[in-house]
C-alpha cells in the first residue's frame, strides 16, 4: 500500500474535492444522499463552499505521497450530534491491511468527540459491505430506520459509536 497522510481538505481543494466525489457517486451511488447527474452540475460556488468546511464540520482526506488522494470521511453536526457522511476509500485503498478507513475515521472520532459522546451514521440496507465494515469498527445498530431518499423502496439503517469510555 502507497504510504498516505491524513489531513483538511482546504477551499483551495476545491477541484479535487469534486473529482473525489463524482469518483465516490459513479463507484457506490446507493451510498450518497445526491446523484452523479446532480453533482456534476453544481456550481463553482458549491464545491468552494464544500472544501472550505466550518465550525460543525470537517472533510478528511487521505492523500497518498504521490497527491493521490485515496479516500475521505466529513463529519457534520446533525441535530446536535457528531455524525459521519459522504465516507468513500478508493477500491485499490480498500480493505483492513490498507489502514486508509482506520486513519480517516481515527480523524474524525477526535474532532467528533469534542462535539459529543458518540458519533452517529446512516447507511443504506443495501450496503452491505459497508455495513460489516462499521460493525468491525465498533458501530452498532440503533433499531432506527429511514427511507432512503433516492430509492424510496430502501432504507438508511441508524448506527452509533461510543466516543468516550462509559462513566
Avoid: C
Avoid at 470537517?58 to 463529519?75: H, I, K, N, S, Y
Avoid at 459521519?84 to 480493505?95: K, M, T
Avoid at 433499531?143 to 431518499?149: D, E, I, L, Q, V
Amino acid at each position: 500500500m502507497t504510504a498516505f497522510a491524513v489531513r483538511e481538505v482546504e477551499e483551495q481543494d476545491w477541484v479535487r474535492l469534486r473529482a473525489l466525489r463524482l469518483e465516490m457517486l459513479a463507484d457506490t451511488p446507493i451510498a450518497y444522499l445526491e446523484t452523479l447527474e446532480t453533482a456534476e452540475a453544481h456550481p463553482v460556488s458549491h464545491w468552494r463552499h464544500r472544501a472550505r468546511g466550518g465550525p460543525d464540520r470537517v472533510q478528511l482526506v487521505a492523500e497518498a505521497d504521490d497527491g493521490r488522494w485515496l479516500g475521505t470521511m466529513t463529519g457534520i453536526i446533525a441535530e446536535g450530534v457528531p455524525t459521519l457522511v459522504a465516507v468513500y476509500v478508493a477500491p485499490d485503498a480498500r480493505g483492513q491491511g490498507a489502514g486508509v478507513t482506520d486513519a480517516l475515521l481515527a480523524g474524525i472520532e477526535r474532532w467528533g468527540a469534542r462535539h459529543g459522546d458518540q458519533l452517529r451514521l446512516e447507511v443504506n440496507e443495501l450496503n452491505g459491505r459497508a455495513v460489516e465494515a462499521y460493525r468491525r469498527r465498533g458501530f452498532v445498530m440503533t433499531g432506527r430506520t429511514a427511507p432512503y431518499p433516492l430509492d424510496p423502496p430502501s432504507l438508511e439503517l441508524e448506527m452509533v459509536k461510543p466516543l468516550r469510555p462509559p462513566g
